[in-house]
């Protein structure tokens, strides 16, 4: 067997990957554009685009709207996700199918029906046009893979160790607190980062739910998008991208598969 | 010091501890003898306050504990695994208990540091479990379990994932401190050996049912029946 | 622990948020679908209704199932799903396989490569795709849904893959199979519950393709889920917008349901 035989399977996966993140580099590229249209840098780079979203008050607005919005819905998500991945892994048997058939449904449901209900439902509470609305929108989407997460971190720690602490005098929030929370540091961190990325890169409900005070940054970058005019939009989704990425490679990080312990 | 009365513990259709009643005195070291399956550890977990029992009342010290959770009983508990903590080191496993009792600073590291000596530590106190040997582990769980002075110490399998050197000096300093400190003690095992060689009595147990409990000499000289016989190797 | 109901309570944030974010919806999207539209259309004034309160009609279902416009584009989403679904997996196998052929370091970097466009805002990547492509058009469409489902397939794939001994094809091979002989007759069918696994998501994400046609189509290329927005938030026919969101869901289920019933009789 010739060694370019051994390694195709592996350069067809590569080219697969490459050609997936062409789209990235090109919208990184255009971002860095000196041309006042939309097209790949010839010649030098330049930040000016980067420089002229930071100065306008509406763009800062929205990534601030973003940022906020995508903090609200990780501690919403997180707080669901956590306690509801306890209940089922610790507590009783019975229905835990059943709940998690529902607690994952939205992920499979159509985004355009979510984003519908969702405008009618909101519309007739007092939370319509508040950054909270759109938290809790996000935080449905998100919570499916908070508890996915989570739960799998839970599944990795010995539910013994909590027995343990419970003998040695500990009541059931401390033998949590003491014996699980600090090994599933990793899986929260990781858990949380998902969330995030799943708020800053929602899309559809975003243009369903958000009001002109809730103007965050996908809703800006939509309009240049359809009626493409400036790199400006470009730069803005590099702007978002400088929070996803670190975020993603964070995740990334805290998921790294990592040596058994003995026990 | 430690008595159960008609317990019944059941998972699924068939019953893991079935209308069970035991009484073990102070000072005694009690062995539960068993076949993997026959309800000892479900047992040990109910004395623990791990396990909720279906009917029937758990009595520690004279008094009914049945409602009481495990952090009420002021028992010590080795699991088989030794659930060690294992972003705790040595040192700060032992001192969980004393911690969660309130003790201050130094009287805590002062106790637990005693208690690591007592079971035959000294130079590990500072490392995680991971970097302990399966010995050194199940050193730690015990000093970890007694340094709360419980009023009985109970341990599940504790020899179990040892190799057989190390079983048999940890075998023996059990038993001497034990001796010593004259503690109530239950252990389950498969081990009809390790048995003889630890406790005051035994209790075979199969299918939920203690089929006779009594020192080991006589369990030997006249097995109850032909279960108790053929799990003893003894002819009948 | 005690089983104590203590720790069931525990369900209750994300019970609430449920019921709230997931059930209410879906039973106003069921609700809207059946009232009579308000003939207010057009204006984008939030204190008037679009619908007539009240009513219990079938009209939008009516008007769905009897132009042609909606049975085109009912026809153009199904076909649009099932070509995107097997590029996906075609697409996904090979990246797959390519991940279980490599070493540990080789897989995480495959595989965080795979996954890193997931991390990045949709828009981005379609501002990329649009700008290497050059205009909208129906291959636009394909492509930008393919590689927006392409991670979770090649995921799902992988993780399956993973259940595989490579042994197996080696012993396959010194038995006298020849390397294509043993992929097809030893690993293909082992991966074939991944396969239908990864083939449920990909048919029925794609089934709700918005913002691929929407932003890299042309109004030919709309699917349901597109003409869903154009109903809720510029034509205002909110019944009608409910009925086709209604009309999608019963196609997912439908979907969902066979291909279970498939995974079932295969086990």
Redesign the interface.
């Known amino acids: ?1 010739s060694a370019w ?1 051994s390694n195709a ?6 080219a ?13 590229l ?1 971002s860095l554009t000196p041309s006042s249209y ?3 840098p010839r010649g030098g780079l330049t930040l000016r685009w980067y420089e002229e979203f930071w100065s306008g008050p509406i763009w800062r607005e929205a990534l601030w709207h973003s940022l906020l919005v995508g903090a609200l819905a990780t501690v ?1 998500s997180i ?3 956590l ?2 991945a ?3 892994t ?3 048997r019975r229905w835990t199918a059943a ?1 998690e058939w ?2 994952l ?2 992920l ?14 909101v ?1 007739q509470t007092p939370l319509w046009g508040h950054p909270v609305s759109l938290a ?2 996000h ?2 989407l998100a ?1 499916p893979v908070a ?1 996915v997460a989570l739960r799998a971190g839970l599944e990795r720690v ?15 929030w ?1 033998a949590f607190r ?2 699980t929370l ?2 599933l540091t990793p899986a929260l961190l990781a858990a949380a980062l998902f969330c995030l ?1 799943i708020s ?2 929602e ?2 409900l975003t ?2 739910l958000a009001t002109r005070d809730t103007e965050t ?2 809703r800006i ?2 309009p240049h ?2 009626f ?1 005019v400036t790199p400006l ?2 730069a803005a ?2 702007t ?2 400088l929070f ?2 670190p ?3 964070a ?2 990080w805290a998921l ?2 990592r040596r058994h ?3 | 010091m430690l008595r159960l009365e008609q317990v019944t513990k059941t998972y699924g259709a068939r019953p893991a501890v079935d209308a069970l009643s035991l009484e073990v005195p102070e000072g005694e070291l009690l062995a539960i003898l068993g076949p993997s399956g026959c309800g000892k550890t479900t047992l040990l977990r109910i004395l ?3 396990e909720a029992p279906d009917s029937g009342r758990v009595w520690i010290a004279g008094a009914d504990a049945t409602e009481a ?3 009420r ?5 080795v ?1 088989q ?1 030794y ?5 705790m080191t040595a040192l700060e496993n032992v001192e ?2 004393l911690r ?2 309130g003790v201050g600073k130094t009287a805590r590291r002062e106790r637990a540091e005693q208690a690591l000596r007592l079971t035959g530590l000294n130079g590990e106190a500072s490392r995680r ?2 970097q302990l040997s399966g010995g050194e582990q199940q050193r730690v769980a015990v000093a ?2 007694l340094v ?1 002075e419980p009023r009985a110490l109970l341990m599940d399998e504790p020899f179990a994932n040892l190799d057989r050197n190390v079983r048999l000096r940890l075998r023996d300093e059990l038993k001497a401190l034990q001796a010593r400190l004259g503690l109530t003690t239950v252990f389950v095992t498969h081990d009809h050996e390790e048995a003889l060689a630890l406790a005051d009595r035994i209790a075979v147990m199969n299918h939920g049912r203690i089929e006779q409990i009594a020192p080991a000499l006589q369990l030997f000289l006249q097995p109850a029946n032909a279960f108790v016989a053929r799990f003893l190797g003894v002819g009948v | ?1 005690r ?2 109901r ?9 019970g609430l ?2 019921l ?3 059930l ?6 069921l609700r ?1 679908s059946l009232y009579s539209r308000g003939g207010i259309a057009g204006e984008k004034r ?1 204190d008037i209704l679009f619908y007539q309160p009240g009513t219990w009609s079938l009209e939008s279902f009516r008007q769905i199932l009897a132009e042609p416009f909606y049975l085109r584009m009912l026809g153009f989403t199904i076909g649009l799903a099932l070509l995107v679904t097997a590029l996906t997996l075609a ?1 996904g196998y ?9 070493g ?1 370091a ?1 897989k ?1 970097f ?1 595989l ?21 492509l050059g205009r909208n058009g129906f291959w636009p469409v394909v492509a930008g849904e393919t ?1 927006f489902l ?2 979770y397939a090649t995921l799902t794939l992988a993780a399956t893959l993973e259940t595989v001994p490579y042994s197996l094809v080696e012993t396959a091979r010194g038995l006298g199979a020849s ?1 294509a002989r043993a992929f097809w007759s030893v690993v293909f069918p082992l991966t074939l519950p991944g396969l239908l696994a990864a083939a449920t ?1 990909a048919l ?2 794609s ?2 393709a ?2 691929g046609p929407y ?1 890299l189509g042309e109004p030919r290329q709309y699917t349901l ?1 597109v003409e ?2 154009r109903q ?2 510029q034509d205002l026919d ?1 019944p009608l ?2 009925a086709l ?1 209604v009309t ?2 019963l196609l ?1 289920a439908g979907v ?1 349901s066979g291909l279970s019933l498939v995974r079932r009789r295969a086990a």
């Open positions: 067997m035989r399977p592996q350069r067809l996966a590569y697969v990957a490459a050609v997936s993140l062409v789209p990235l580099v090109v919208s990184l255009v939309l097209e790949l919403f707080a669901c996700g306690a509801a306890v209940a089922l610790r507590g009783r709940w529902a607690l449904l939205p499979v449901l159509p985004g355009v029906a979510l984003a519908a209900g969702l405008l009618a439902v519309r809790l929108a935080s449905v919570v508890y010995d539910p013994n160790l909590e027995l343990a602490a419970r003998g040695l005098g500990a009541n059931p401390q003491h014996a600090p090994q990325a800053l890169n899309v559809t243009l369903f940054l996908p970058i939509w998008l359809r493409a939009a470009a989704s590099g978002l991208l996803t990425l975020a993603a490679l995740a990334g790294r598969p312990r003995p026990s | 623990g306050g791990y959770p495990p952090e009983r002021n028992l010590g508990m699991f695994s659930a060690l903590f294992p972003h969980f208990g969660m009792r479990p991971a970890r379990a709360v | 622990m089983p104590g203590a720790v069931d309570w525990l369900l209750l944030p994300a948020l449920w709230a974010g997931v209410a919806p879906l039973l106003f999207v809207m939030y697409l090979v990246a797959a396989y390519g991940i279980y052929r490599s540990p080789g995480a495959l965080t490569l795979i996954v890193l466009p997931k991390f990045t805002n949709i828009l981005v990547y379609v501002f990329g795709l649009k700008l290497l590689l392409l991670p390397a998501l029925l994400w089934l709700t918005f913002l932003l889920a869903v927005d809720m938030r909110w917008a409910a969101n999608l869901m997912m969902a």
